[in-house]
Every structure is written in structure tokens, then in C-alpha cells.
Antibody
Framework: QVQLQESGPGLVRPSETLSLTCTLSGDSFGTYYWSWIRQPPGKGLEWIGYIYYSGTTNYNPSLKSRVTISLDTPKKQFSLEINSVTAADTAVYFC???????????WGQGTLVVVSS | QSALTQPASVSGSPGQSITISCTGSKTDVGDYNYVSWYRQRPGEAPQLLIYDVTHRPSGVSDRFSASKSGITASLTISALQPDDEGDYYCNSYTAGPILRLFGTGTTVTVL
């Protein structure tokens, strides 16, 4: 079973870029959709987007203009960038493996990112 | 639609059964059998309980069962145990602009 681990800064200044990386262990990228999901404090889950093993991406329209998800196959990592962040982007960010766009069978532990000056 | 609709909270006594609903629309729950359910304990990542409407991954207790009727999916927890407390989320594939839609979440309390 694949294991996922998020990493990146826990504090980002407003208007700057949030950057996170998810590292895989125990498996390769295979034919899965590698996803980012976030959860503001005390709130529900929100799908940010995914990157397919082939490099195809799809984003939540509410974030599409600010989000980029990329893949580094040799390093077994995929990354998230959100630019022009505001306090509304404060959340726990999870990376997850999406099986055929049907369900998420593996999740990272999550990492809290706070947007504050 | 930005989220599937779930009740904010559901409670029950140990040994009882409870059901959590997840209401969507024709372009998500109603048209695709790709509904999944997750339990999230405080400070932890969500854990997959049910996939493809009714299927349980190996290792998940058979006290968890699920179904779908029209635009509403349901998760039933039978023989409720204190360990079942947590937040429960449904998710569906959608034909809309938001490809993967989560439910609003339901907090389960064991009285």
C-alpha cells in the first residue's frame, strides 16, 4: 500500500505563493489520479484538484486561476502551488490517491498551512 | 452545487443503528455509482469506509453498510460503538465543473 507524506512551510504571507510537496513511498504513480484536498479549521473537505500519472490536470473552478499541480516522477513526488493567497487559504492540506476518480484509498496525514503576516 | 448535503449531526446509543444521508443531484449521486464514505477522527486524515456506493474495503467492519436511492446515498452504522464517533463525509464523482464533490460532513456522537 502506498504511503503519502506532505511537506512544506506552515506559514505563508498574504499575497505570496503556497507550495507543498507530497512524497510517495511503497508504490509508484501507477494509473492513478494524485490529488490535493484541503480542510479549513473546523470546516469540511474541499477538493482542490488532481494530476493524472500522464500529467493531465483538473482543478476546482473556484481555485483554477491560482492553482498548479505538478508531477516529479523520478522523485516520486507531486506538488501543489497556490498563488496570491489570503487568510481564506488557511487550512489543513491533504494529498491523496484517487482510484479512477471513484474513491480515495490513501491519504497523507495532512499539513496545516496558515496564511498570516 | 458546491457540496453534497449531509445532516450536521447524528447521535445514537451503543448498540443502536444510525443512518447518515448524503443528498446530491442528477449530475452526481443520481447519475454515478461512484459514491464513497470516509470517517475522520480529530487530528487525523479521513479513512475510506465505503466505495462505489456499497463496497467495503478489506479491514473495514461489516457494521458499516451503504446504499443509494435516486440522488441520495446513505451510510448505516449498526451496533454503534463509542469508537464510531467522528466526522463522516460522503464524496461523489460529478459531471459538473467540480469533478469530485464532498459532503458537508456529519458528526456522529455515541451517547
Amino acid at each position: 500500500q502506498v504511503q503519502l507524506q506532505e511537506s512544506g512551510p506552515g506559514l505563508v504571507r498574504p499575497s505570496e505563493t503556497l507550495s507543498l510537496t507530497c512524497t510517495l513511498s511503497g508504490d509508484s504513480f501507477g494509473t492513478y489520479y494524485w490529488s490535493w484536498i484541503r480542510q479549513p479549521p473546523g470546516k469540511g473537505l474541499e477538493w482542490i484538484g488532481y494530476i493524472y500519472y500522464s500529467g493531465t490536470t483538473n482543478y476546482n473552478p473556484s481555485l483554477k486561476s491560482r492553482v498548479t499541480i505538478s508531477l516529479d516522477t523520478p522523485k516520486k513526488q507531486f506538488s501543489l502551488e497556490i498563488n496570491s493567497v489570503t487568510a481564506a487559504d488557511t487550512a489543513v492540506y491533504f494529498c491523496a490517491r484517487d482510484v479512477h476518480l471513484q474513491f480515495y484509498d490513501s491519504w497523507g496525514q495532512g499539513t496545516l498551512v496558515v496564511v498570516s503576516s | 452545487q458546491s457540496a453534497l448535503t449531509q445532516p450536521a449531526s447524528v447521535s445514537g446509543s451503543p448498540g443502536q443503528s444510525i443512518t447518515i444521508s448524503c443528498t446530491g443531484s442528477k449530475t452526481d449521486v443520481g447519475d454515478y455509482n461512484y459514491v464513497s464514505w470516509y470517517r475522520q477522527r480529530p487530528g487525523e486524515a479521513p479513512q475510506l469506509l465505503i466505495y462505489d456506493v456499497t463496497h467495503r474495503p478489506s479491514g473495514v467492519s461489516d457494521r458499516f453498510s451503504a446504499s443509494k436511492s435516486g440522488i441520495t446515498a446513505s451510510l448505516t452504522i449498526s451496533a454503534l460503538q463509542p469508537d464510531d464517533e467522528g466526522d463522516y463525509y460522503c464524496n461523489s464523482y460529478t459531471a459538473g465543473p467540480i469533478l469530485r464533490l464532498f459532503g458537508t460532513g456529519t458528526t456522529v456522537t455515541v451517547l
